[in-house]
T-cell receptor, first 110, second 112 residues
Framework: GIQVEQSPPDLILQEGANSTLRCNFSDSVNNLQWFHQNPWGQLINLFYIPSGTKQNGRLSATTVATERYSLLYISSSQTTDSGVYFCAGRAQGGSEKLVFGKGTKLTVNP | EAQVTQNPRYLITVTGKKLTVTCSQNMNHEYMSWYRQDPGLGLRQIYYSMNVEVTDKGDVPEGYKVSRKEKRNFPLILESPSPNQTSLYFC???????????FGPGTRLLVL
């Protein structure tokens, strides 16, 4: 099956800083998504981004499917951005399984 | 409000005592799935369902059962729980398998 690698595994920022999180796939994927798990455990879908670029407020994401990676940008970070960010995708070829990376733990300090 | 609900949210039980974690969604989604989340292992899919009466195994199905008798409900059944099933469980749903997944609030299970 496909492998999903996220980097960095941990990231500590001061409020107001910008950051880039990366997700690499070992093979071509479909249905790439980014999620945020807040400190209370809730998983929220941030982006459904199989290709191209999307923006939602201070967050944006870019997927380059041909090179098997995706980036999540967080600008002007806030303490409420803290938590774990996951990317996930399905292997091309009709796989039903959504495979998750192990996540990037982000801590934003005031 | 569009949502995925799970019950119970927290559960402490003993080895071998059958339990069911319910999952319900009100978005008319066809695709539903169960995940478990463990430290260092991330999120792993247990079972998924493409539609009513259509279910299949994910990556870690051993020790679990599911059923999909109605479109909105997808219960997870542990017939004989063991301590290695202590975990945080999430139910998720989407319009189809390729669409945005919406997660429930999670169920923390401790098996003694």
């Amino acid at each position: 099956g496909i492998q999903v690698e996220q980097s960095p595994p941990d990231l500590i920022l001061q409020e107001g800083a910008n950051s880039t999180l990366r997700c690499n796939f070992s093979d071509s994927v479909n249905n790439l998504q980014w999620f945020h798990q807040n400190p209370w455990g809730q998983l929220i879908n941030l982006f459904y981004i199989p290709s191209g670029t999307k923006q939602n407020g201070r967050l944006s994401a870019t997927t380059v499917a041909t090179e098997r990676y995706s980036l999540l940008y967080i600008s002007s970070s806030q303490t409420t951005d803290s938590g774990v960010y996951f990317c996930a995708g399905r292997a091309q070829g009709g796989s039903e399984k959504l495979v998750f990376g192990k996540g990037t733990k982000l801590t934003v300090n005031p | 409000e569009a949502q995925v609900t799970q019950n119970p949210r927290y559960l402490i039980t003993v080895t071998g005592k059958k339990l069911t974690v319910t999952c319900s969604q009100n978005m008319n989604h066809e695709y539903m799935s169960w995940y478990r989340q463990d430290p260092g292992l991330g999120l792993r899919q247990i079972y998924y369902s493409m539609n009513v009466e259509v279910t299949d195994k994910g990556d870690v199905p051993e020790g679990y059962k599911v059923s999909r008798k109605e479109k909105r409900n997808f219960p997870l059944i542990l017939e004989s729980p063991s301590p290695n099933q202590t975990s945080l469980y999430f139910c998720a749903s989407s319009f189809s398998r390729g669409e945005t997944q919406y997660f429930g609030p999670g169920t923390r299970l401790l098996v003694l």
